[in-house]
Nanobody
Framework: QVQLVESGGGLVQAGGSLRLSCAASGRTFSSYVMGWFRQAPGKEREFVAAISRSGGVTRYTDSVKGRFTISRDNAKNTVYLQMNSLKPEDTAVYYC????????????????????WGQGTQVTVSS
């Protein structure tokens, strides 16, 4: 099992930026596909972005393309989500997740494909 700890959430005005971080425990972080998901009140958890083990392949949901960037630093066991041009509809609890059994397929966008989850960090975007 992998422990994941998110940080970097907060309150920001529309058009602003935030950078989320997710620190992972363990020695095999570089073997995990990592993803970011979010959940707004009354809504299901939805995919935001994912990144391959090496960082060479990324995947985004359409609503954040061009605004969010996922990256990772395997030496620091950390995955990041840079969020620019934030909108009120981005307001949610953001979770990072680890897929410990990733194969060569593209990073998955389905929550059930991920094995470990962080506790989440709140992002609130005011209009």
């Amino acid at each position: 099992q992998v422990q994941l700890v998110e940080s970097g959430g907060g309150l920001v005005q529309a058009g602003g930026s935030l950078r989320l971080s997710c620190a992972a425990s363990g020695r095999t972080f570089s073997s995990y596909v990592m993803g970011w998901f979010r959940q707004a009140p009354g809504k299901e958890r939805e995919f935001v972005a994912a990144i391959s083990r090496s960082g060479g392949v990324t995947r985004y949901t359409d609503s954040v393309k061009g605004r969010f960037t996922i990256s990772r630093d395997n030496a620091k066991n950390t995955v990041y989500l840079q969020m620019n041009s934030l909108k009120p509809e981005d307001t949610a609890v953001y979770y990072c997740a680890a897929d410990r059994f990733a194969s060569g397929r593209p990073p998955p966008a389905v929550p059930s494909e991920y094995d470990d989850w962080g506790q989440g960090t709140q992002v609130t975007v005011s209009s």
